[in-house]
């Protein structure tokens, strides 16, 4: 919402707006998760944050999949719960569900997707078989890793957040994709 309202407020100058090879990447929604948000909701936030700097600009958008994050839930009914079984299911949404073709159909050769989480995953871990262990370990049925075990510590000291390290690896995923959007 934050970030919506500041684009819908002037965010973008005028010469953003107007270049044609504005390049941006967006990596948005873990903090809506964070917040108690749902994943329909996270999704339909970040379908709406990239439909309006599509619509504001004549630039192309690379759209990140969520990075995968360890610490548990603070609050609500999922409290000391994990985020990985919502993230996956966002990223689904993302990469090749529903959101992704409603912005390619409208946004054609506009938006791009990538996911570059695997590298912050500990090792051995998938986030999609990860995902499914977890809510299968939250739920009694079978033991799985604990948040603090999913996440590379190296590269997210506090199991969210990218350290200078993190950084570089996302920005080696990101900028082949950025390259490729002519």
């Known amino acids: 919402q934050h970030l919506l309202w500041r684009l819908q407020r002037g965010e973008l100058s005028a010469?953003?707006?107007?270049?044609?090879?504005?390049r941006m990447a967006l990596l948005i929604g873990t903090n809506n998760l964070g917040k108690g948000h749902t994943v329909e909701q996270t999704v339909r936030?970040?379908?709406a944050c990239a439909t309006e700097l599509l619509n504001s600009t004549r630039g192309s958008l690379l759209i990140n999949a969520l990075l995968p994050r360890g610490d548990?839930?603070?609050?609500?009914?999922?409290?000391?719960?994990?985020?990985?079984g919502d993230i996956a299911?966002?990223?689904?949404?993302?990469?090749?569900?529903?959101?992704r073709r409603a912005l390619e159909s409208t946004f054609p050769r506009r938006v791009h997707f990538i996911d570059c989480g695997a590298p912050f995953l500990a090792p051995g871990v998938a986030l999609t078989d990860t995902a499914s262990t977890w809510r299968r370990a939250e739920s009694g049925v079978a033991a799985a890793p604990g948040p603090q075990d999913v996440v590379r510590r190296d590269l997210m000291p506090d199991r969210l957040h990218p350290n200078a390290a993190g950084h570089r690896l996302w920005s080696a995923c990101l900028q082949p994709a950025l390259q490729r959007m002519g």
């Open 15 to 22: 010469s953003m707006r107007a270049d044609a090879q504005l």
């Open 45 to 47: 936030g970040i379908v």
């Open 72 to 84: 548990r839930r603070k609050r609500g009914k999922a409290r000391g719960r994990g985020f990985l």
């Open 89 to 99: 299911a966002v990223n689904g949404e993302l990469m090749s569900g529903g959101a």
